[in-house]
């Protein structure tokens, strides 16, 4: 009896998930932004699909909806903040709610800041979070919507997980990710030696992801504002750590390709 956790490439960089219950055979997908990506795992699984978690509204995350019902049938849960701009959606979630995976139970996190209504999924008995576009390997979302002090928040708020949670992201920003945190952390010895990993797997086309948050701590900017060397690079040695982290997505979004 176990949770499978199948980690799908789509598009340039998206990984789309697939969550089984072994034991009943419920099958879930988590934000299908391609739904062909999906139906050709789920076909040569010879799976059914039961139900589709959306974290946010952007497309890369919720293109494959519509495909995925008419030839599933699979139920979707999505944010209730985005029920102006999600489709086919059957259950509304908001902090505190729980989605299930057969036996396996999810707590409905509300992580603004990428987007106004960002959500994620996190199976406390499997230490996993499905963060969506909110936290990244040695990064974080675009503050599309959000304020700096909203993802500021919502960082914090997954900071207090279990240092061993592993972190299913959404995107294979990792390299990039981790270039800009050289230039704000350029003397991190766990950072230098994160990326030395990275670059060999990269450079073998192989995922980076999932990471853990243990990892993350010790090499993520943005989970990092109260360190010192970071606060003396950004000029920011007595700022409140929320004006560092403002700093900090700000020279990301200035100086370095970021996308989401």
């Not at 879930?28 to 139900?51: C, Q």
């Not at 903040?81 to 509300?110: M, N, P």
């Not at 406390?124 to 993802?151: I, N």
Request: a negative charge.
């Amino acid at each position: 009896m176990s949770l499978e956790i199948h980690q799908l490439p789509a598009f340039d960089d998206n990984y789309l998930y697939i969550l089984r219950d072994t034991q009943s055979g419920e099958t879930a997908a988590v934000d299908p932004g391609d739904a062909s990506v999906i139906l050709k795992f789920l076909k040569n699984h010879r799976w059914p699909l039961h139900k589709i978690f959306i974290t946010h509204h952007h497309f890369d995350h919720t293109g494959g909806i519509a495909a995925l019902k008419q030839k599933t049938k699979a139920q979707v849960f999505a944010p209730k903040y985005d029920e102006h701009r999600i489709s086919q959606v059957d259950h509304w979630l908001e902090e505190g709610l729980e989605v299930t995976v057969g036996s396996y139970k999810a707590q409905v996190l509300f992580l603004p800041g990428h987007t106004l209504g960002h959500i994620a999924y996190y199976f406390a008995s499997e230490k996993a979070l499905f963060s969506g576009d909110v936290l990244f390997a040695m990064g974080c979302g675009r503050l599309f919507e959000g304020s700096p002090a909203q993802m500021y928040q919502s960082l914090e708020k997954i900071k207090t997980l279990p240092p061993e949670t592993k972190i299913y992201c959404a995107h294979e920003y990792t390299l990039a990710n981790g270039r800009f945190a050289l230039s704000v952390d350029p003397n991190n010895s766990d950072l230098l030696q994160r990326m030395d990993i990275v670059e060999n797997l990269r450079q073998k086309n192989q995922p980076t992801l999932p990471t853990d948050l243990q990892l993350e701590l010790k090499t993520n900017p943005f989970l990092r504002c109260h360190s010192p060397d970071i606060r003396k690079t950004v000029g920011l040695t007595t700022s409140p750590e929320p004006q560092v982290f403002a700093e900090i997505r700000k020279r990301k979004d200035q100086n370095y390709t970021d996308p989401i």
